[in-house]
Antibody, heavy 121, light 112 residues
Framework: QVLLVQSGAEVKKPGASVKVSCKAS????????ITWVRQAPGQGLEWMGWISGYNGDTNSAQKFEDRLTMTRDTSTTTAYMELTSLTSDDTAVYYC??????????????WGQGTVVTVSS | DIVMTQTPLSSPVTLGQPASISCKSS???????????LSWLHQRPGQPPRLLIYKISNRFSGVPDRFSGSGAGTDFTLKISKVEAEDVGVYYCMHAAQFSLTFGGGTKVEIK
């Protein structure tokens, strides 16, 4: 079955960076993209960006463009999301989500369990 | 940018009774390929969201048939025919553009 397993919770100080991993299994990693979504405490869902599993192309929300780096390793079927210059506003649960890419399929059909990132001095 | 507006913000419902959630977009969601990439997600407390409905009205694998989606253009609706206890949580509409997403603000469904 399709599984997305994310790395564990992180606590960071303001100004630091965080890198979250998302290990995919149960499907052809190269045929799908990975979308990153975050959710601040008690708030709704916010799209951050997308990376192609096929060729590594990315598309980021404008508000994160200068702080967000998304990569993937096809040999380990793992996607990564790195966010720099953290502030308390970045405290949130971060989700990786299987999304479409070269295969015309369904958007956001499987979600990782989420990674809690806390930014605090 | 497209804005997705959900109503109501909160919906107290009686078990066994229907529930309905509206999602309106600031512009038409019809894609150049003719499809409308409007989905509905359900999030229970402490859990990640899960996909319920995609492309307006298609139920995702394993989703009970008491959930149905409808609409076109800028107006969309999620209906639960008979609410069960496991249906509590927050429901989000989601629009998928070319490799980007926009979410509605969410509707909390709770049992009266």
């Amino acid at each position: 079955q399709v599984l997305l397993v994310q790395s564990g919770a992180e606590v960071k100080k303001p100004g630091a960076s965080v890198k979250v991993s998302c290990k995919a299994s149960g499907y052809a990693f190269n045929s799908f993209g990975i979308t990153w979504v975050r959710q601040a405490p008690g708030q709704g869902l916010e799209w951050m960006g997308w990376i192609s599993g096929y060729n590594g192309d990315t598309n980021s929300a404008q508000k994160f463009e200068d702080r967000l780096t998304m990569t993937r390793d096809t040999s380990t079927t793992t996607a990564y999301m790195e966010l720099t210059s953290l502030t308390s506003d970045d405290t949130a649960v971060y989700y990786c989500v299987r999304d479409l890419d070269i295969v015309p399929t369904i958007h956001c059909d499987f979600w990782g369990q989420g990674t809690v990132v806390t930014v605090s001095s | 940018d497209i804005v997705m507006t959900q109503t109501p913000l909160s919906s107290p419902v009686t078990l066994g009774q229907p529930a309905s959630i509206s999602c309106k977009s600031s512009q038409s969601l019809v894609h150049s390929d003719g499809n409308t990439y409007l989905s509905w997600l359900h999030q229970r407390p402490g859990q990640p969201p899960r996909l319920l409905i995609y492309k307006i009205s298609n139920r995702f694998s394993g989703v009970p048939d008491r959930f149905s989606g409808s609409g076109a253009g800028t107006d969309f609706t999620l209906k639960i025919s008979k609410v069960e206890a496991e249906d509590v949580g927050v429901y989000y509409c989601m629009h998928a553009a070319q490799f980007s997403l926009t979410f509605g603000g969410g509707t909390k469904v709770e049992i009266k």
